[in-house]
């Protein structure tokens, strides 16, 4: 498994369920990047969105398109694979996944959720959580400018020392 600054726990399910529902609408192609068992599949996705792809390294067969597969490989290779929605919730950071999507293909839009546990070690360098918060949305928009996006709806939710995040980022 790559080193993302791993934390392996499966903690905030409510908020990332909130955070799924607000984003995800009916046109939706999802490309479900880390999607371990199909949790979000069978709680956000089945049945609400136009279509569904679903990558773990070590996930369950628990829908059609699910592939065990690298999806940091799997996007070098392939793309994003006619999907606009992109689910990125690993263990540990986001950031390795995040820069493969931006790096992928230019789409008009896309919508991104993500999960990261890159506070436990940043707390340990003296970060509050306000600034890591503030640390993550800069460095979201910083990347989606630099492939000339903007960024719009941005919502980050916080439980214990993990953060869930989603937005919305459109060509300008
Ligand atoms: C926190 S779990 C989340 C699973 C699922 N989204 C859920 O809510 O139940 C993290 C998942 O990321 C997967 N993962 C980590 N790195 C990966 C990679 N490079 N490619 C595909 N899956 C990866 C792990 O196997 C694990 O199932």
């Given amino acids: 498994m790559r080193d993302t600054g791993i934390t392996m726990n499966n903690s905030g399910i409510e908020k990332k369920i909130e ?8 046109k939706d192609n999802v490309l479900d990047m880390c999607c371990g068992d199909g949790v ?27 592939l065990k597969y690298d999806s940091i490989d799997f996007v070098n290779k392939n793309g994003l694979y006619g999907c606009n929605f992109i689910d990125i919730d ?10 493969t999507v931006m790096l992928a293909e230019k789409k008009d839009a896309l919508k991104i959720i993500c999960t990261d546990g890159g506070y436990y070690s940043a707390q340990k360098k003296g970060f509050s959580k ?10 979201c928009l910083e990347k989606a400018k630099e492939q000339g996006y903007t960024l719009d709806d941005y919502i980050c939710l916080n439980e214990q020392k993990m953060f869930y995040f989603g937005f919305f980022i459109r060509r300008l």
Avoid: I, T
Wanted: hydrophobic content about 30%.
């Fill in 19 to 26: 955070l799924r529902k607000h984003f995800l609408g009916k």
């Fill in 40 to 66: 979000m599949y069978r709680e956000c996705y089945k049945g609400k969105c136009a279509s569904y792809m679903g990558l773990d390294l070590l996930g369950g067969r628990f829908a059609q398109n699910v």
């Fill in 90 to 99: 690993p263990w540990g950071c986001f950031n390795q996944f995040y820069n």
């Fill in 130 to 139: 306000q600034n890591y918060k503030s640390s993550l949305y800069k460095y």
